[in-house]
């Protein structure tokens, strides 16, 4: 069932009660419909929360102040009354996941960061570069398409191989859900981010939960230097490298995701 919190957030929450939820946060090319190929097998074991960070999918309200998206994951959190939970963040929402673990370090278990973005981003890579400038070009042609289409060719397909190696379905859903976000976002050039200071990166070692980073081989050099970043700063942190998947693991490779996610709340007793 969908609902919306009082911070206008959108969220889908279901599977048993009783032990800590697991909460999904989503890419920035995305929206919680990427967490739909492992929704009805995960669901139908564990409690379970996925949400439209605030600008994504269903989440449209503007901010009342600064645009803080770890703040709207904790005020869900309580919403929803629940006390602790396991973060599991994808790109952007890695990120996220982690500044919120840092905010409200008493509401987080552990975290499962998949191929870590946003505010992990150490520094910009030629690579990363060379798709900003993709984007940033077809948005100021207001060509929506275009613009979407970068970030599929760049972050679906990854720099190392060619579109055909990703399913279309994947292809096109990623569009799908990058298009709406520059929709919904469309006027909300005088809207501020708030910049947590220091930045997430420089109090990762503050971090004591258990943290597993998960890193796909044709991923971006940006998000190859965020993982190791991430994985050396963080005490007792650990890596797994997909050799055959790029930045959306999940979405590539669903069930071996599951497994993935399934092995490590058991290795953490949840």
């Given amino acids: 069932m969908t609902t919306y919190t009082s911070a206008d957030i959108a969220y889908d929450r279901a599977g048993p009660r009783g032990e800590p939820p697991v909460v999904l946060l989503h890419a920035g090319v995305a929206d919680r419909r990427m967490w739909e190929p492992l929704w009805p097998a995960l669901t139908a074991e564990r409690d379970v929360v996925r949400l439209d960070l605030r600008g994504f999918g269903a989440s449209v309200t503007r901010p009342r102040g600064a645009l803080s ?26 990120g996220v996941a982690v500044e ?59 720099p190392h191989r060619e579109a055909d190696a990703v399913a279309p379905e994947v292809r096109d ?54 993982a190791r970043r991430v994985a050396a700063d963080i005490p007792g942190a650990r890596r797994v490298d997909w050799p055959d998947a790029a930045h959306l693991p999940s979405l590539e490779q669903p069930a071996e995701f599951l497994t993935l996610l399934r092995t490590w709340l058991a290795a953490e007793g949840a």
């Avoid at 703040?71 to 309580?78: I, K, S």
């Fill in 69 to 94: 998206p770890a703040d709207d994951v904790l005020d869900t959190l309580a919403e929803l009354g629940i006390a602790d939970c396991h973060l599991v963040g994808a790109s952007f929402g890695a």
């Fill in 100 to 158: 919120a673990a840092l905010a409200g370090p008493e509401r987080v278990r552990s975290l499962l960061l998949a191929a870590p973005g946003g505010s992990l981003i150490p520094g910009v890579t030629p690579d990363l570069r060379a798709f900003i400038e993709a984007e940033d070009a077809a948005l100021d042609r207001g060509d929506l398409d275009a613009a979407a289409e970068a970030n599929v060719a760049w972050w679906a397909v990854g």
């Fill in 173 to 226: 859903q990623v569009h799908r859900m990058q298009r709406r976000a520059f929709e919904v976002t469309a006027d909300w050039d005088d809207v501020a981010e708030a910049e947590p200071e220091p930045p997430a990166l420089d109090r990762l070692a503050e971090i004591r939960v258990p943290v597993l980073v998960l890193l796909g081989a044709l991923d971006l050099l940006a998000i190859h230097d965020a």
